[in-house]
């Protein structure tokens, strides 16, 4: 496929383009090839932010060029690794708009043939049998005035052959033996100073089982699965630069389909947050947050139920760019891309968080009417619902003081004018108390003349407009005000445990909202007047008892350059 197309056409958005237009035009390493990346996570926990701008890479420049890319499973871990992850892994992908087709794959599938790579190794004299343990190999490792030591490095290859066939049929324990790559042992790079490439580990794997005690380093396999699967470009975050001579030369001394090329990018990083899998477990398994999918983790599928949508991630990951250099980005950037596509595209609704009963005293009391309030007013083509007025309605708290402020143009006693969103004009006459002094009913009076909010004489309105919702069909709800998890900008700075945000979630009962919400379905997005954007919980929320999420505020603090 690729010779129909002139890769130099299409526009460059970053290094990694330029590096496949290289390879892929005429002379190029892969000329007459069709581009084929990969994205390969390991199985031992959810994806997170950081991982939606790999996707984005690896997926997105197959896309660009008309190629494909493939999903693949490193589960050379068996230790870590669980099915509960691989699905979590295909559903987050497939939210985000990425597809693999039918090429999904597992490290382990290849098993067999990077044991025989490894065999084949051993025969060239390119790979031996060690016994040094961890400590030991790490004391002989050297410096860089100092090559590193191995007594075993000149074992004949026969010994190291039985030895390596023996580890495969279970005869040693754990840790006996290791199998190293022979390189270089002086060499300044300390990843080409003879690496382990298989270790001997007694642990079920999830898809093999019993099959393998041993098994092969990452090192070692990801290269080997890059080609078996003819992958053209080899797309991988920046701490693999130093291992990228490893990596061709496993491509060059095992007897492979393909020979790929490896390319690095920087990763990603988000300031208020810790996107390491180890720390996010830490989160999880010690019940500081609410498992994988709470919405305060950076996590795919917790920024999901959040109501962050799969537009706004990858817009964040295309603005941020393509770097060889590690940065760290605001989180208020990511909220600045969702805010943009929830202004487009979330329907409008009022909802009264802190609720206190308005009562328009010259209102008659059994009468009810309807206005036609627009869902969006960025698509009139989705028209207007219809919102039911009566006498009693509810507004927020802080809509009203006995005795205002400075400046203060909502409603108190003989204060101005306000506007009721959409229906009518309404002056405040009054309050009623509680035995404590609380105000449980707040009084007015309508101008009959006024209906919405535009009054007969023409006469300006000085106070302010006020969402509202009928208290007649108003439905009650939950709703959730998220914060940042941690309260300094680097967590990862010191014990991050020590950072968590004690008011990351506020949890508000007996809030009312639209009647039109209780048909809302999980996922979907509003934006609530006034209030911010939010989305139903797509876990606790139910008919009857609704929750929604506060996904962003309506105030972007964030200013793009």
Not at 146 to 154: E, I, M, T, V
Not at 364 to 385: C, H, I
Not at 490 to 504: A, I, Q, T, V
Not at 519 to 545: H, I, M, T, W
Request: net charge negative; with cysteine.
């Amino acid at each position: 496929m690729s010779e129909k197309i002139n890769f130099e056409e299409i526009p460059s958005t970053s290094f990694i383009d330029d590096f496949v237009k290289e390879d892929m035009g005429p002379g190029g390493r892969t000329e007459g090839m069709r581009v084929h990346t990969r994205f390969p996570p390991e199985p031992n926990g959810y994806l997170h932010i950081g991982h939606a701008k790999a996707i984005y890479i690896d997926f997105g420049t197959a896309e660009r060029f008309g190629g494909i890319c493939n999903l693949r499973m490193d589960d050379t871990n068996p230790v870590k690794e669980d099915v509960e992850y691989v699905d979590a892994i295909k559903e987050d992908i497939h939210w985000l708009g990425y597809d693999w087709d039918d090429r999904f794959y597992y490290a382990s599938d290849y098993f067999e043939d990077m044991y025989k790579g490894a065999e084949e190794l051993i025969e060239k004299g390119l790979a031996y049998v060690c016994e040094l343990t961890p400590e030991q190999m790490k004391e002989m490792r050297g410096d860089l005035t100092h090559p590193a030591q191995s007594p075993y490095r000149d074992r004949p290859k026969e010994e190291s052959l039985d030895l390596f066939r023996r580890m495969r049929a279970g005869e040693f324990e754990n840790g006996r033996y290791t199998l190293r790559a022979k390189i270089d042992l002086a060499s300044g790079n300390f990843n080409m100073r003879d690496p382990v490439i298989y270790r001997i580990n007694h642990t079920s794997h999830h898809r093999t089982g019993d099959k393998w005690c041993i098994y092969p380093m990452y090192d070692y396999a990801h290269p080997f699965e890059d080609a078996m699967e003819c992958i053209t470009h080899s797309l991988c975050s920046l701490e693999f630069e130093d291992h990228r001579p490893f990596y061709d030369w496993v491509i060059q001394n095992v007897t492979l389909p393909s020979k790929p090329r490896q390319i690095e990018f920087a990763r990603l990083g988000i300031n208020n947050t810790v996107m390491s899998k180890r720390k996010l477990r830490t989160l999880v398994e010690e019940g500081y947050v609410d498992g994988w999918d709470d919405p305060r983790m950076p996590t795919i599928c917790g920024l999901r139920r959040r109501g962050y949508t799969p537009a706004s991630i990858r817009n964040f990951s295309e603005r941020n760019g393509v770097s060889k250099v590690n940065s760290t980005v605001e989180y208020a950037f990511l909220e600045y891309c969702l805010r943009e596509d929830l202004n487009q595209n979330a329907r409008r609704a009022m909802a009264v968080l802190d609720p206190v009963k308005l009562t328009i005293t010259n209102y008659p009391e059994d009468k009810t009417e309807l206005f036609d309030v627009e869902n969006n007013p960025n698509k009139p083509e989705e028209g207007a619902r219809p919102v039911s007025f009566s006498r009693t309605v509810y507004i927020e708290r802080e809509d009203f003081l006995e005795a205002p402020v400075p400046k203060y143009k909502r409603l108190y006693p003989e204060g101005p004018e306000c506007r009721l969103k959409g229906a009518y004009l309404i002056r405040c006459t009054g309050c009623k108390k509680d035995e404590a002094g609380n105000v449980v009913e707040v009084f007015a009076e309508y101008d009959p003349e006024s209906r919405g909010g535009n009054p007969a004489d023409g006469r300006k309105v000085k106070g302010a407009t006020i969402h509202w919702v009928n208290a007649a069909d108003a439905l009650d709800a939950e709703v959730r005000l998220y914060d940042n998890l941690f309260t300094v900008a680097n967590p990862d700075e010191g014990n991050f445990l020590d950072y968590l945000n004690p008011d990351s979630l506020k949890v508000l009962t007996g809030c009312k909202v639209e009647k039109c919400l209780g048909e809302a379905k999980p996922g979907e997005s509003y934006q609530f007047l006034r209030q911010g954007y939010f989305c139903v919980d797509n876990k606790d929320s139910r008919l009857g008892a609704l929750v929604f999420n506060r996904s962003v505020k309506l105030k972007d603090s964030f200013k793009p350059a």
